[in-house]
């Protein structure tokens, strides 16, 4: 990592790649279990998880990323561009986000070929509230209220980051004590859920709880300050930060991951994002920043994959309904043989990964190339 203007953690892209894939796997065995074929969706706790650990991994990565840029921004210019900052989100997320939610909502439906009978029943109730939601840039609420839009159910994630985004860069500006300001932000959320959990299982089914809990739920900026707080430290160059630098403790981690998915207790489940986010910060630490990690992932195939890693989460839903479509279409069974597992994860992890390269190289870039002129402090990264 180089230390003046230019920002670039070595590995990164690679990580984010597989978070990317760990989400299309469970959504491979979801929908499989959605349209009535043999699945692990049910049975296997790690392949159930992998979705979520892939998502507040993006979280953890993304308060990661940003509070060190802002930091750095806030160093060399003595401020934060905030509204230069929001032009760089919206040219970064704002493209692929809308044209998913348009293919979703006025393309797909009309798309017989790849119905899905479990959620497409659904689409055409509360449609116009559902549909005003995402265009606020709410998704994780409509999510909440409503149930999921078929092809489109992933984008509830956008929606947390960006406004998570739309905090961050007023709170880095104006704060005096970054830690301080992360470790309020965590407080305030934890306490916010432990009230409205109590709450909830008091109140009737049409309570505004019921909607209100589902979305706090999802809205886990507690793992983005999580990120954030390594940032901090990482940035002000802490020895306590470099406690966290070791092989063993990197395998550990990961070891300590899967061990939690399978034995947590039920009665402490909903808390242990917090925990997987902990776990998830020493492994980007360790990636990115340790000389000596064993994992070695920067090379020009995982900058390329990570690059498309966005598109790859937006896309993937579209492309498995594409791949199941297909394969019933041309008699195909879809079971639990090798052959056939074989056939629909190569297909849809090579179809979502070069339609995400498409997008990227011809649609998206359009917009990063804009980006660029409002880049105070550049990065490698095309977070």
């Given at each position: 990592?180089?230390?003046?203007?230019?920002?670039?953690?070595?590995?990164?892209?690679?990580?984010?790649?597989?978070?990317?894939i760990a989400v299309v796997i469970t959504h491979i065995e979801l929908i499989k279990y959605q349209s009535g074929f043999s699945d692990i969706w049910r049975n296997?706790?790690?392949?159930?998880?992998?979705?979520?650990?892939?998502?507040?991994?993006?979280?953890?990565?993304?308060?990661?990323?940003?509070?060190?840029?802002?930091?750095?921004?806030?160093?060399?210019?003595?401020?934060?561009?905030?509204?230069?900052?929001?032009?760089?989100?919206?040219?970064?997320?704002?493209?692929?986000?809308?044209?998913?939610?348009?293919?979703?909502?006025?393309?797909?439906?009309?798309?017989?070929?790849?119905?899905?009978?479990?959620?497409?029943?659904?689409?055409?109730?509360?449609?116009?509230?559902?549909?005003?939601?995402y265009l606020l840039f709410l998704p994780n609420l409509a999510f909440a209220a409503f149930a999921a839009v078929p092809h489109i159910g992933q984008t509830w994630?956008?929606?947390?980051?960006?406004?998570?985004?739309?905090?961050?860069?007023?709170?880095?500006?104006?704060?005096?004590?970054?830690?301080?300001?992360?470790?309020?932000?965590?407080?305030?959320?934890?306490?916010?859920?432990?009230?409205?959990?109590?709450?909830?299982?008091?109140?009737?089914?049409?309570?505004?709880?019921?909607?209100?809990?589902?979305?706090?739920?999802?809205?886990?900026?507690?793992?983005?300050?999580?990120?954030?707080?390594?940032?901090?430290?990482?940035?002000?160059?802490?020895?306590?930060?470099?406690?966290?630098?070791?092989?063993?403790?990197?395998?550990?981690?990961?070891?300590?991951?899967?061990?939690?998915?399978?034995?947590?207790?039920?009665?402490?489940?909903?808390?242990?994002?917090?925990?997987?986010?902990?776990?998830?910060?020493?492994?980007?630490?360790n990636v990115s920043s340790n000389p000596d990690c064993i994992f070695k992932l920067e090379n020009k195939v995982f900058k390329v994959l990570g690059n498309i890693?966005?598109?790859?989460?937006?896309?993937?839903?579209?492309?498995?309904?594409?791949?199941?479509?297909?394969?019933?279409?041309?008699?195909?069974?879809?079971?639990?043989?090798?052959?056939?597992?074989?056939?629909?994860?190569?297909?849809?992890?090579?179809?979502?990964?070069?339609?995400?390269?498409?997008?990227?190289?011809?649609?998206?870039?359009?917009?990063?190339?804009?980006?660029?002129?409002?880049?105070?402090?550049?990065?490698?990264?095309?977070?």
């Open positions: 990592m180089k230390k003046e203007e230019h920002i670039y953690f070595s590995g990164l892209n690679g990580l984010r790649f597989f978070a990317a296997n706790k790690l392949v159930f998880e992998l979705g979520s650990l892939g998502v507040i991994f993006f979280f953890v990565l993304s308060g990661f990323l940003i509070t060190y840029l802002l930091l750095q921004e806030k160093k060399v210019t003595q401020t934060v561009a905030v509204k230069k900052f929001y032009l760089r989100r919206i040219l970064r997320i704002w493209p692929l986000y809308y044209l998913i939610v348009l293919l979703g909502f006025l393309v797909l439906p009309h798309i017989h070929f790849i119905d899905n009978p479990y959620l497409i029943k659904f689409l055409d109730t509360n449609f116009a509230p559902n549909f005003l939601l994630s956008i929606g947390v980051e960006e406004q998570f985004y739309v905090l961050w860069p007023l709170i880095v500006k104006h704060s005096k004590n970054i830690l301080k300001a992360l470790l309020w932000v965590i407080g305030i959320l934890i306490t916010l859920k432990v009230i409205v959990l109590i709450l909830y299982k008091q109140m009737p089914d049409n309570s505004a709880l019921k909607i209100i809990k589902p979305f706090l739920a999802m809205t886990k900026m507690e793992s983005m300050a999580i990120g954030g707080i390594g940032a901090y430290y990482l940035f002000i160059g802490n020895q306590k930060i470099k406690l966290l630098y070791s092989n063993a403790l990197l395998l550990f981690s990961i070891a300590m991951i899967i061990v939690l998915v399978y034995f947590t207790p039920a009665v402490i489940q909903d808390g242990m994002y917090l925990v997987f986010s902990v776990l998830f910060l020493i492994i980007i630490l890693s966005y598109g790859i989460y937006m896309y993937h839903l579209i492309i498995i309904a594409f791949v199941f479509a297909g394969l019933k279409h041309f008699g195909l069974q879809i079971d639990d043989s090798v052959i056939s597992q074989l056939i629909v994860y190569t297909s849809t992890i090579l179809g979502t990964v070069l339609l995400a390269w498409i997008s990227y190289s011809y649609f998206e870039k359009w917009f990063l190339d804009l980006k660029h002129k409002f880049t105070i402090i550049k990065s490698g990264s095309n977070n």
